[in-house]
């Protein structure tokens, strides 16, 4: 394989070294280009192809979120270019970690510089961050991705209803908590941002003109899917237990 030439090559190596180490990972999660949780530890990468100011600027904002922030970049050549030791340096005086991904064929991963942990955070703002990672049912981005569309919780939040309503023609505020997604599903409902939901009554939610056509549409294609054979298996169970 080719030197690395974008960010979102990295992302998959990266990925499986957090798996591997027990983590459950997001990619581009409120600007996070990943975002990875392990019990009540949250850890935060930001990804550069090359070593530069920004990614350091972009780590020391993370830095708020949680102390756990590593900044990933193709491995440099040598740690004795003076260059390298002049970035392992900053990084170590800014507690920022390094991840280092190979170029070569099996993109290598490494972890060169932990993290300095003793940092104040911004509990709202972590927070913030936390509820977006929860919400996601999977990670259906790509870290490191510039002008793509990002798959959000609300974005999954409003699929999931338009799918439930596809399933059940209409939807009960009451009948929600049985589905399992009580909350998100119900936003979803009340904002209705993309215009896909009618009203019916005081509580009852059926498919507008837009959600129809959101259906058939190739936009969400991947993720209506995705909850259109979640709700299949679990109206089979549902018939099955009755």
């Given at each position: 394989m080719a030197k690395i030439q974008k960010e979102t090559e990295m992302y998959e190596p990266v990925k499986k070294m957090l798996l591997k180490m027990g983590y459950t990972v997001r990619s581009e999660v409120k600007d996070c280009d990943i975002v990875a949780v392990k019990d009540d530890e949250m850890l935060v990468v930001e990804m550069k192809k090359s070593f530069n100011i920004t990614v350091v600027y972009q780590a020391m904002d993370r830095r708020s979120i949680t102390p756990n922030v590593y900044v990933a970049i193709p491995r440099p050549s040598s740690l004795r270019e003076k260059?390298?030791?002049?970035?392992?340096?900053?990084?170590?005086?800014?507690?920022?970690?390094?991840?280092?991904?190979?170029?070569?064929?099996?993109?290598?991963?490494?972890?060169?510089?932990?993290?300095?942990?003793?940092?104040?955070?911004?509990?709202?703002?972590?927070?913030?961050?936390?509820?977006?990672?929860?919400?996601?049912?999977?990670?259906?981005?790509?870290?490191?991705?510039?002008?793509?569309?990002?798959?959000?919780?609300?974005?999954?939040?409003?699929?999931?209803?338009?799918?439930?309503?596809?399933?059940?023609?209409?939807?009960?505020?009451?009948?929600?908590?049985?589905?399992?997604?009580?909350?998100?599903?119900k936003n979803a409902l009340r904002s209705n941002f993309f215009g896909w939901f009618e009203k019916y009554g005081k509580f009852d939610y059926g498919l507008s003109v837009k959600g129809l056509e959101a259906l058939d549409g190739e936009e969400f294609k991947e993720l209506i899917d995705y909850y259109r054979e979640e709700i299949k298996n679990k109206k089979t169970v549902q018939e099955d237990n009755t």
């Open positions: 260059n390298t030791r002049m970035m392992m340096r900053l990084l170590t005086e800014l507690g920022i970690g390094l991840i280092t991904v190979g170029n070569n064929s099996l993109r290598s991963v490494d972890i060169w510089l932990e993290p300095n942990p003793v940092k104040k955070v911004n509990s709202r703002r972590k927070n913030y961050v936390k509820k977006e990672f929860d919400q996601r049912t999977e990670d259906r981005n790509t870290g490191g991705s510039t002008g793509k569309k990002i798959v959000t919780a609300y974005k999954e939040a409003s699929v999931l209803a338009l799918c439930h309503i596809e399933a059940y023609d209409k939807i009960k505020m009451r009948e929600i908590k049985t589905f399992g997604y009580p909350d998100k599903m």
